[in-house]
């Protein structure tokens, strides 16, 4: 028998919440498939929305050079822009659209020559002091970005640092701080966070990134309620079943102990698949259709299960760890993350399988 774990991927769930996207605004949408498509493999996700995406973000240049290597011809935005002078080069030979975040992108910029002139989106820092420049810095930046016959001026941009909070002051504030000035060029503000609050008046390019995955970033709305639908179902099956009676412990550390005769089920996944080990004993693992507890700790390659009402489960029964039946934001806030990382630390050792 092969090893049960496995991701599966539904990729017309990824086309639907692309849609629930765009249809929230009608604004354009570049899908963010930075670190790998949030770990569902980059050029899948561009495959499958390759139809209908209006444009693609990455984080750096070497990921916006993979897609076009594999044959993506939408336009592609790089959110850190050129890192090093020869990256303008390759922004230039690629067709790529670079961020600007800073005055020495500008200087790397001057140290090369390039054929044809590369659109730019200059990025601000309204409130969440990472990355951008600041507003009293952006009138020159603009100034010499419209001198330079190489480049070309295509928006102004700026990221949210708590658009994803209940509450929602600190968002107000950097809309209201983006929206107070007189830009020369269409905005691009919204993130998924902002997008399901209903995007910004004003602006012409969403960003939408985990929402497009099927989860809710928005504090006290889930997936469903928004109308996302999971594109990864990771799952397993048991590879054991036994009965432990009650006051003996199980896994490592003996960290959970039964209260009752307690019928465990072994699940191939753990940690070593990208399950995080932080998962607290009660996080939700469907079993053969039933939503039954873990408990113990999270092994490298195993998890233990309390199946006691799951009584049909048996060695072989389908496991979902997260998916369609379960959430995977509560086994993210159960675990203490969020379920960005749940999907970019699922390792290579799980194999994909694409569904439509
Ligand atoms: C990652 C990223 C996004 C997408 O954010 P989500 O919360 O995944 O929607 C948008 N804009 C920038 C600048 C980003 O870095």
Redesign the pocket.
């Known amino acids: 028998m092969t090893r049960p774990a496995r991701a599966l991927l539904k990729w017309s769930n990824l086309r639907h919440n692309y849609r629930i996207a765009r249809q929230r605004t009608r604004h354009e949408a570049y899908a ?1 498939i ?1 670190a790998d498509g949030y770990g569902h493999g980059m050029t899948a996700c561009a495959d499958a929305l390759a139809g209908e995406a209006d444009g693609f ?1 990455v ?1 750096c240049v070497d990921e916006a050079v993979r897609l076009r290597d594999a044959g993506i011809r939408q336009p592609i935005l790089v ?1 850190e822009g050129a890192m090093e002078p020869a990256e303008w080069q390759l922004a230039s030979r690629y067709h790529l659209q670079l961020a600007i975040h800073h005055p020495q992108q500008l200087r790397d910029r001057a140290a090369v020559v390039f054929d044809e002139a590369v659109a730019v989106w200059l990025k601000i820092n309204s409130g969440m002091n990472r990355l951008g420049v600041r507003f009293s810095d952006a009138p020159e930046m603009i100034a010499r970005i419209r001198n330079d016959q190489g480049l070309i001026l295509r928006h102004v ?1 700026s ?1 949210f640092s708590s658009s994803d909070e209940a509450d929602t002051a600190c968002y107000e504030a950097q809309k209201t701080r983006m929206l107070g000035q007189a830009w020369p060029v269409p905005l691009s503000l919204s ?3 902002s997008v399901l609050r209903g995007g910004v008046e004003g602006e012409r390019v969403l ?5 497009l995955y099927g989860s809710s ?1 928005l504090e006290g709305v889930t997936a469903r309620e928004a109308g996302l639908r999971p594109v990864m179902t990771l799952q397993s099956a048991l590879i054991s079943t036994h009965s432990v009676p009650a006051g003996e412990s199980v896994g490592y550390g003996g960290s959970w102990t039964a209260t009752r005769e307690t019928r465990v089920g072994v699940v191939a996944i753990g940690y070593g698949d990208g399950y995080p080990r932080h998962a607290p004993a009660g996080t939700p693992v469907n079993v053969a259709g039933v939503r039954c507890p873990l408990i113990g700790r999270v092994s490298m390659d195993m998890i233990t299960v309390d199946i006691t009402d799951a009584p049909e489960a048996c060695i072989g029964s389908p496991v979902e760890l997260w998916g369609e039946l379960v959430d995977i934001d509560e086994v993210a806030a159960l675990a203490g993350t969020i379920s ?1 990382e749940l999907y970019c630390r699922l390792t290579p050792r799980v194999p994909r399988t694409n569904l439509q």
């Open positions: 963010v930075k973000a984080a959110l941009m990221h993130n998924s966070a960003r939408p990134g985990i929402m970033p960005y």
